[in-house]
């Protein structure tokens, strides 16, 4: 059961480096029923209940068109959860999992996504359902749903590019 942030039997915690968040910005904050993570879904559901999200400036233009999708991605730091466990027990049976093989709010980089559907734009606000974050989680990213999103720039030549029929060269060499 997911607790608040003791460490259980057979996980492994490491002494990570001092996290700097990578100078990201938080564009807004999320507001959502749950104030206790024993509570919180472990992923939205699309029937679940309407979150607000609101949008703070000077980002408030960029949601010119949003409206458009049904349904959006959203990225959100889940700002109190750990971030030093490398092995995890979600079940706490002392079996363990890595924590890049689980969807975890507990990693180095706490990025949660959601795909929500979009209710409605008030302003400033959306509403959406389909969350499983804290009341007041910052918000990082609204990008629309990729399965709805056509590109809107013209093509380039890797958008028509299959398997491995490219010239021979080594990607992100070692100096
Ligand atoms: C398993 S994560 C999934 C997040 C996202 N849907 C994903 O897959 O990336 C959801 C859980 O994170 C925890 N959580 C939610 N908001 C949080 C926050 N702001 N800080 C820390 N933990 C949070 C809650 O326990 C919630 O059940």
Redesign the pocket.
């Known amino acids: 059961m ?1 607790r608040e942030n003791e460490i259980r039997e057979n996980e492994v915690a490491v002494t990570p480096p001092a996290p700097t968040d990578a100078g990201l910005t938080f564009i807004g904050r999320i507001s959502t029923p749950w104030t206790s ?1 024993m509570e ?5 559901r699309h029937d679940g209940p309407v979150c607000r999200i609101e949008i703070f400036e000077p980002w408030v233009a960029a949601l010119k068109g949003i409206e458009a999708f049904e349904r959006l991605e959203v990225l959100y730091w ?4 750990r971030r030093d466990l490398v092995l995890q027990s979600p079940a706490s049976n002392g079996k363990v999992h890595g924590t890049f093989s689980l ?3 507990v990693r180095p980089n ?5 795909i929500v559907v979009l209710e409605a734009v008030e302003g400033n606000v959306l509403l959406v359902r389909g969350l ?3 009341d007041g ?1 910052p918000l990082l990213d609204l990008k629309p749903d990729r399965t709805l999103f056509k590109p809107i720039a013209p093509p380039q030549p890797g958008d028509f590019q299959t398997g491995d029929d490219t010239p021979k060269v080594h990607y992100c060499q070692k100096a």
Do not use: A, F
Not at 40 to 44: K, V
Not at 110 to 114: A, D
């Open positions: 997911v993570r919180t879904p472990r992923q939205g889940l700002d109190r959860s969807r975890t709010p706490p990025i949660g996504t959601s499983d974050c804290l989680t």
